[in-house]
């Protein structure tokens, strides 16, 4: 993948990223501008503290995923981007193609998500 095209694709992503975050946690404080009603009632309340769970799963993932995308963007920086981060392989353009922020070949990703 061209160093530019990847540049730009990474950088809307991590704007994307950005927004969903903070739509994300503007939820979590309760400040969306929905009305909420509370009530006392003890399966609500548990409705509540599931949604809660939930939101702060989706933002964590959110958090690692922009971590990642800021990642491939230093790595474009230093001219290291489309080399896999443990064994300096080139990337394949598909992998590239598929997810942007890769940093690794397939086989050693693997071996990362093995651990």
């Known amino acids: 993948m061209e ?3 990847a540049r ?3 950088e809307e992503t ?5 927004r969903s ?4 946690q503007a939820e979590g404080t309760g400040e969306s501008g929905e009305v909420a009603a509370h009530d006392a009632h003890a399966s609500e309340a ?6 809660a769970d ?13 971590a990642e995308v ?16 443990d064994c300096a392989a080139e990337l394949p353009e598909a992998r590239l193609d598929a997810r942007p922020e890769a940093a690794r070949c397939v086989s ?4 990362v998500e093995q651990r």
Do not use: F, W
Not at 21 to 24: D, G, R, V
Not at 60 to 65: A, P
Not at 108 to 111: L, M, P, R, V
């Open 8 to 10: 730009a694709r990474l």
């Open 14 to 18: 991590l704007a994307e990223l950005d």
């Open 21 to 24: 975050a903070a739509a994300l």
């Open 70 to 85: 800021v990642a491939a963007l230093r790595r474009i920086e230093a001219g290291r981007y489309g080399r896999c981060v």
């Open 3 to 5: 160093v530019a095209v």
């Open 108 to 111: 050693c990703q693997h071996k």
């Open 46 to 51: 548990a409705t509540d503290m599931q949604d």
């Open 54 to 66: 939930r939101q702060v799963a989706v933002l964590d993932v959110v958090i690692g995923q922009r």
